[in-house]
């Protein structure tokens, strides 16, 4: 059931006729591949553009704070660079998920509104901690360098197992154990080290789930 | 090899298409008309035709809310159409390693 010959044209006539069963199959493989891709609102290759755009936001941090004998924190430059970068992440996530989901209404797109709504609930709790946490003294390597930098990832990566493990979403619980525990290790790089440790963990991680998804389409 | 018969309602080129463009939404989800006209690149009369043939088939649900230009039409494949496609695909599959 994979040739792909061209169907629009019988698709598109009168219908009763005769199908041959090959045919049939590719139609059946062609309208389920296409549909998988009108429907997806992280297509792979948005996943490779987010996988890049954590590398370089991080790796922008990593550069700013190279170097700093005491550890300060990351450089103005290097979080406007890495702001701007997630500003256009997005604004094409808005728009490919604008497109992805017009027409369709539903259980899953009000699912899907309520776990954005609870995930930037908890993006914004994990800051208020991170106030807390320079409130009472903490060092800056912490409060600027390993807690901001791991942090999300350990507790919205655990939020996003959670969900996952109650859907049975296997792909989506490895991504975010994967997160989790990339998080967890990379603590021990340090203030410094830790931003690029991020950086590649989440490209490597995210690069791997657009390889999974890409191959799941064309198996 | 599978002796079983391919469903005559799904077994026609854009009703094949419906179904299958259907079946990938999760279950209970709906869509457009005009989505799944854009999607199927149908026109408006092929796509009402092919889609009352499944809906007296009981394999999808229309349903209209709002009136005039403000109407909305929307389509969801039903519980029995999922069915009716599993059953199709491994027929299909049958026929196709019988070969």
Not at chain 1, 44 to 53: D, E, G, I, N, S
Not at chain 1, 185 to 203: D, E, H, N, R, T
Not at chain 1, 204 to 215: C, K
Request: glycine content about 10%; overall charge positive; proline content about 5%.
């Amino acid at each position: 059931m994979n040739t792909e010959p061209d169907t629009n044209t019988s698709a598109t006539t009168g219908d009763d006729g005769e199908l041959d069963p090959a045919k049939a199959a590719a139609i059946l493989t062609q309208a389920t591949r296409q549909a998988q891709r009108e429907f997806d609102p992280t297509p792979p290759w948005k996943l490779v553009a987010m996988a890049f755009v954590a590398l370089l936001a991080f790796g922008a941090i990593w550069l700013s704070v190279r170097g700093q004998h005491p550890y300060t924190g990351p450089s103005a430059w290097a979080l406007v660079i890495t702001y701007a970068l997630v500003a256009v992440l997005i604004a094409v996530s808005v728009s490919t998920t604008k497109r992805a989901t017009a027409g369709v209404t539903g259980p899953s797109v009000r699912q899907r509104r309520t776990l954005i709504a609870a995930i930037v609930v908890v993006y914004i709790a994990v800051y208020v901690f991170m106030g807390a946490l320079k409130y009472l003294g903490v060092s800056h390597a912490i409060v600027y360098g390993v807690y901001p930098a791991v942090g999300p990832l350990i507790i919205v990566g655990g939020a996003m197992a959670g969900v996952a493990a109650a859907k049975e979403n296997w792909l989506d619980l490895g991504t975010a154990l994967a997160v989790v525990s990339a998080g967890a290790i990379c603590a021990y790089a340090g203030p410094v080290g830790v931003w690029l440790a991020v950086g590649i963990s989440l490209f490597v991680i995210v690069s791997a789930r657009a390889a999974v998804l890409a191959w799941r389409r064309r198996a | 090899m599978s002796s079983e018969p391919l469903n005559p309602v799904i077994h026609a080129p854009a009703r094949l298409r419906i179904v299958a463009t259907l079946a990938t939404l999760p279950d209970g989800d709906e869509l457009s008309f005009t989505r799944l006209q854009d999607i199927l690149d149908l026109t408006p009369g092929n796509l009402i035709t092919h889609l009352r043939k499944l809906e007296d088939a009981g394999y999808v649900s229309t349903e209209k809310t709002g009136n005039g230009t403000a109407g909305k039409t929307t389509v969801a494949l039903t519980g029995e159409g999922r069915k009716a496609l599993d059953d199709y695909t491994r027929a299909l599959r049958g026929l196709l390693d019988g070969l």
